[in-house]
């Protein structure tokens, strides 16, 4: 097990699904661990009573079916699919709200979904999904990917209130690849994917959303600083070091 969770934390996320499928084959005994350990690439469904798009993950499905942040319904329809309770519903969608103006403005597009529901520590875990498709012909607003595709998935677990303030668990998962195909330096793909953890005590004066929103602010932007430095700083050194620019090659040539 531990063996197989480490090759999948060395998956490209594009062959995630694959890799995943093939490992079930091999271990079915440890189905239920690998499905729960391991993030894949997020799918998206559509809600016909609303007619809006939602995301699909391990947190929103019950059997078979997923349900929907907008209208509460499973989809396919399932009669007696879990469902959080009245005051965490007011709260999901609240947080739906909110989080789409969010992704909308960081991410300038893409779908985004908040899921909720209560734990077995008398406090609850909330679970906020971004996909964006940043390729040409999808999301991407600027144009210069072939294909593109960046999922982040942020599990918020909110322990009980004391005493004024709560305990906020957060762990988040960003999984990325693109591709670029141009003239002048041709094909060029990059893929990889990143997991952090946050804890912190916070005041809950002013709600729980704004504290798990600024959570998640913050996480953010070191992911992208993590991503930054780690794919594309270490892809751009290797390729300079192996093809250096003409500028340098020039400084370096001996005058005869």
């Keep these: 097990m531990e063996a197989a969770l480490g090759l999948m934390r060395r998956m490209p996320p594009k062959h995630t699904e694959t890799a995943l499928s093939a490992l079930l084959s091999l271990l079915p005994h440890h189905s239920s661990d690998l499905l729960s350990q391991v993030d894949q690439p997020l799918q998206v469904l559509c809600d016909v009573d609303s007619g809006k798009e939602f995301i699909l993950c391990e947190y929103n499905r019950d059997a078979d079916s997923y349900r929907s942040p907008w209208s509460s319904k499973y989809h396919p329809p399932l009669e007696d699919g879990t469902q959080p309770s009245s005051e965490l519903r007011k709260l999901e969608i609240e947080a739906n709200d909110i ?139 290797m390729v300079c070091t192996l093809r250096p620019p003409a500028e340098i090659t020039q400084m370096r040539m001996p005058e005869s």
């Design 99 to 237: 989080f789409a103006i969010y992704r909308d403005q960081y991410y300038e597009g893409g779908i985004s979904s908040v899921y909720m529901w209560e734990d077995d520590n008398e406090g609850f875990v909330g679970c906020f999904l971004i996909k964006k498709d940043g390729s040409k012909t999808a999301h991407g607003r600027r144009g210069y990917l072939e294909e593109g595709a960046w999922d982040a998935i942020h599990v918020i677990e909110v322990g009980p209130e004391e005493d004024g303030t709560a305990h906020y668990c957060l762990t988040s998962t960003v999984m990325l690849s693109l591709t670029t195909d141009d003239e002048s330096s041709g094909t060029f793909s990059l893929s990889g994917s990143i997991r952090r953890q946050m804890n912190m005590d916070l005041s809950i004066a002013e709600g729980h959303l704004c504290n798990m929103g600024r959570m998640i602010e913050e996480m953010e932007s070191k992911l992208r600083n993590s991503l930054d430095q780690v794919y594309f700083g270490k892809t751009k050194e």
